[in-house]
């Protein structure tokens, strides 16, 4: 425009000149490098790719511009949007040419179409011109024909309405008759079908009112099915409570029905139980249940508890059948589930399992709440057949809850646990005194019973012999199968009650077994026994006295019977029915089991103190080495736990279970030395003895199974490690009062007292007391075989007798040699020889070998032989021998040394305590 290029450049020459150059560089470069045309489109900006109708290209590219021009700068611009023009109409025609041929495809089907639509519009004028005709030549007949057509139709709408209206007035008397028959799916199925329908046609009048007739007859069928529903309670039926379920389902209330079923058990239970009380109780209906069940007389006690626990059963049992017959369709619900998911049905069906799994718990307590009320009674007048039926109804009661209900039974056991040992207490104590009175009165005659007789042959014992039997190779690791095996037991009778529709309650608790304890004799002595009391005695001993004659009569039959049993006596006997009814007590009530152990095991240590008081009470020797240790023990803590003392006697409160020393019957004579101060009678009473503590033996592993996990297992312990094992002990001092009696232990001391022992030489003749043992001892042999013969005695007692005859004689003969002032060698080689002599004797009239208690004597006559330094240590040493003995033998041995003798005499007094 003629302005000078500094006006255009305001900037100094040289900066100037260098900006051309920079330019002119630039446009060169531009010019002589050639670009590809991909990088010239990619480097146009993105607006000119935008569908923008408001861009204005110009106006952009001018914006752009700075507010300085210069001329070389938009030179380089317009070449650069020239550039890229070229390229874009370039890259417009490549495209252009692409589509060529699909451009002239598209017009080809453009044209098609055209021609299409033209045939078209020339069929819809065909079209419109055929209708006009149509039009113009239909008549008012041909519309009329289809007036009338319509009517028809309409009235064949009205006969098939008339019809079902008259169909749903008939519906009520089928309603009947589908009731009547139980068949409530069909009712509910056509009361839905009749709504439906009257909803359909619900604008007829006589059908709106029809329509709540059926809504009043379903709320009439739903109360009979709740009717229905609450006989299920108490008389089970599958068809039925199928028919009632399914009822309720197609009413879509089954978890209604579930709730509603519940609350028909719970009063079920309530009225069921009032009902079967009253029934014997009487009296107002207005009474409460509690006032009702403590107004039931004795004697109608165990009748209406039985009737209680029934009617208990068939609501138990009817919820059972419910439950299994819930569990059957459970199993088939999740079949059809795996093939048709129904998450509504589904849900009900987990609910109505949660509910009955829940309810079960509930049911069971309130029969449980309703049968512990009805035990408040006071039971403590029953008898004890009556007490223990009671018993056996609770422990099946408590049975079925464990099996049905899957429950303890912890309210029930303690109410009757409670009520068991009241009962128990006072039980027990009579049975205590009247085993004093047994004793007391018993003349100790030998009982003849079978060979092969064990205590659960006891009718007593008819309910627990499979039991006992079963723990007789009992150990710990076998208690769980023991236990499993009663299970089964108890699970397979209560299902043949289910199966078979009875009540574990019609059947006897126990079944009955013939009692064959006595030995076949020709002699009729069962009336001597009573099964159904405790009074097992002969019919003379239950007397404040005792007629000798009669008496008599007694021992000659006995003596003609030829007894090859074990020794027991009618006083065993009793004992070990006794035991058997309190076993029975705890097999059906395991938790009192600790108590009634306890007082079974009382029995027995009365049973053994009262042997021992009696039968050692003439018992002249006070030898400690008659009574081992466990037996000194057990006696003295018998004796501190049964009998009354003076100090009981002054604080009543600790005489509990204790009793008065018993005294020996009067019939019982201990003083005829031609019947060896009462052998026969010592044997029986030692020898019963024993076998009871076989028979509590046998009991031994039951006893441990039922107190396994309780703190009185110690006192179980040592009943039987201690009491038990020392009852064989007993024979000893019991034998010992008739040895010491029927040998003159006096008269030899004398003789021996009588002999010189300061002999020069060894004599070849024994002295004179040998003969006088052995005499005394032959007599001893011909009474005790006179006596065997009349009263056969175990071997054990014939041995048991020797023994006592070889401590006697052996303890005789070292107290005589010990009053030898003076001895010599030759009366040492005398005591030897006598003794040789008397042992040889006493081997040849036993069977026992060698003599027991022969080296007391031989240790006894070798001191004699010993130095005296040696002896010292000897007198040490031996503390079996009593300080008068040790002194006897050290005054002989040390005869001439006067010093040695104080000093070793001295030794012995030291010794004294512990001797």
């Not at 109708?53 to 070389?72: A, G, I, Q, T, V």
């Not at 006894?860 to 040493?877: G, N, P």
Request: glycine residues 4%; hydrophobic residues 35%; proline residues 3%.
């Amino acid at each position: 425009m003629g302005l000078h290029p500094d006006l255009l450049n305001p900037l100094s020459s040289s900066e100037s000149h260098n900006h051309e150059d920079r330019y002119s560089e630039a446009g060169q470069s531009t010019e002589s490098e050639a670009v590809p045309d991909q990088e010239i489109l990619e480097s146009i900006e993105q607006i000119y790719y935008e569908a923008d109708s408001d861009f204005d290209p110009c106006r952009y590219e001018l914006e752009k511009l700075p507010k300085e021009l210069n001329s070389k700068d938009i030179e380089r611009y317009y070449k650069k949007l020239k550039q890229q023009h070229q390229v874009v109409s370039k890259k417009v025609l490549q495209l252009i040419l692409q589509k060529q041929s699909d451009c002239k495809e598209e017009f080809e089907r453009i044209l098609l179409v055209q021609e299409q639509l033209q045939d078209t519009l020339a069929i819809c004028r065909v079209g419109r011109a055929d209708l006009n005709l149509a039009r113009k030549q239909f008549t008012t007949a041909s519309l009329g024909i289809l007036a009338h057509y319509r009517k028809r139709q309409i009235i064949e709408d009205l006969l098939s309405s008339l019809n079902t209206i008259k169909t749903l007035q008939r519906t009520e008397d089928r309603l009947q008759e589908l009731l009547n028959e139980e068949n409530y799916p069909g009712a509910i199925s056509l009361l839905l079908e009749c709504q439906n329908a009257a909803q359909t046609f619900k604008h007829f009048h006589c059908v709106a009112a029809l329509n709540g007739k059926l809504q009043d007859t379903l709320e009439q069928v739903e109360e009979t099915l709740d009717v229905t529903l609450a006989k299920m309670c108490t008389q089970f039926d599958v068809t039925t409570y199928s028919s009632v379920q399914e009822a309720y389902n197609l009413l879509g209330k089954s978890q209604t029905a579930m709730d509603q079923l519940h609350m028909h058990f719970t009063a079920a239970i309530h009225n069921t139980a009032f009902t079967a009380v009253h029934s014997f109780a009487g009296g107002d209906m207005k009474r409460q249940y509690k006032q009702l069940c403590l107004s039931t007389s004795q004697e109608n006690f165990i009748p209406c508890l039985t009737e209680l626990c029934k009617s208990m059963w068939a609501i138990l049992s009817s919820y059972y059948l419910i439950v299994k017959w819930h569990g059957s369709r459970e199993n088939q619900a999740k079949q059809d589930t795996l093939e048709n998911k129904d998450l509504e049905a589904d849900f009900n069906q987990q609910y109505v399992k949660q509910k009955l799994e829940n309810g079960v718990i509930r049911i069971w307590h309130d029969v449980e709440t309703k049968i512990s009320t009805f035990m408040g009674t006071d039971l403590s007048n029953f008898k004890f057949e009556q007490f223990v039926q009671v018993l056996g109804i609770i422990n099946r009661l408590m049975k079925v809850g464990e099996e049905l209900c899957a429950s303890k039974s912890e309210n029930l056991q303690e109410c009757i646990r409670k009520q068991c040992l009241s009962y128990f207490s006072n039980y027990h104590i009579s049975r205590l005194d009247e085993l004093r009175i047994f004793l007391e009165n018993d003349g100790w005659e030998l009982c003849p019973v079978k060979p092969t007789f064990v205590a659960t042959q006891l009718q007593e014992f008819k309910s627990l012999k499979p039991i006992l039997n079963s723990f007789k190779n009992w150990n710990a690791s076998e208690s769980s199968s023991l236990s499993e095996n009663e299970n089964c037991v108890t699970n397979g009778w209560l299902q043949r009650c289910l199966d078979g529709g009875t009540s574990p309650f019609d059947v006897g608790l126990d079944e009955t077994m013939d009692e064959d304890i006595l030995a076949n004799t020709g002699d009729d002595i069962s009336g001597y026994f009573s099964d159904d009391s405790d009074e097992d005695i002969p019919e003379e001993l239950r007397h404040d006295y005792v007629d000798e004659s009669d008496h008599a009569k007694v021992i000659k039959k006995k003596h003609k019977i030829k007894h090859s049993g074990p020794i027991v006596t009618n006083t065993t006997l009793s004992v070990l029915r006794v035991c058997g009814k309190y076993l029975q007590m705890i097999r059906l009530l395991k938790s009192i089991a600790v108590t009634v152990i306890q007082s079974m095991i009382q029995f027995f240590e009365l049973y053994f103190y009262t042997v021992h008081l009696f039968f050692t009470s003439d018992l002249v020797i006070t030898s400690d080495s008659l009574y081992s240790p466990k037996l000194k023990l057990a006696l003295a803590r018998m004796k501190e736990n049964l009998i009354i003392n003076e100090s009981d006697m002054e604080n009543p409160s600790n005489r509990t279970h204790k009793i008065q020393q018993p005294l020996i019957s009067p019939i019982v004579n201990l003083t005829q030395p031609d019947k060896l101060h009462g052998l026969t009678e010592r044997a029986v009473a030692v020898e019963s003895l024993i076998f009871l503590g076989q028979q509590y033996e046998s009991f031994k592993h039951y006893f441990e199974h039922l107190i396994a996990n309780s703190p009185e297992r110690n006192y179980l312990h040592q009943f039987y490690v201690q009491t038990i094992t020392s009852v064989t002990d007993l024979r000893k001092p019991v034998y010992m009062a008739v040895v010491s009696q029927a040998l003159d232990i006096a008269g030899v001391l004398i003789l021996m007292t009588k002999v010189n022992w300061e002999v020069r030489d060894v004599m070849s003749q024994h002295s004179s007391y040998v003969d006088k043992i052995l005499q005394e001892m032959q007599v001893l042999r011909l009474r005790l075989n006179d006596t065997g013969n009349r009263v056969p005695l175990p071997k054990e007692v014939d041995s048991a007798i020797w023994e006592n005859v070889a401590h006697l004689v052996t303890r005789t003969l070292v107290e005589g040699f010990s009053n030898a002032k003076k001895c010599s060698n030759g009366g040492r080689g005398l005591m030897q020889l006598d003794f040789t002599q008397l042992t040889s004797k006493f081997e040849s009239f036993t069977s026992l070998r060698p003599m027991p208690h022969k080296e007391y004597v031989e240790l006894y006559i070798k001191a004699f032989y010993l130095t005296e330094d040696k002896l010292e240590e000897w007198v040490k040493e031996h503390k079996e021998y009593s300080t008068k003995q040790l002194v006897g033998l050290v005054s002989c041995t040390c005869q001439n040394n006067k010093k040695t003798r104080q000093r070793l005499i001295a030794v012995v007094e030291d010794q004294r305590p512990n001797r």
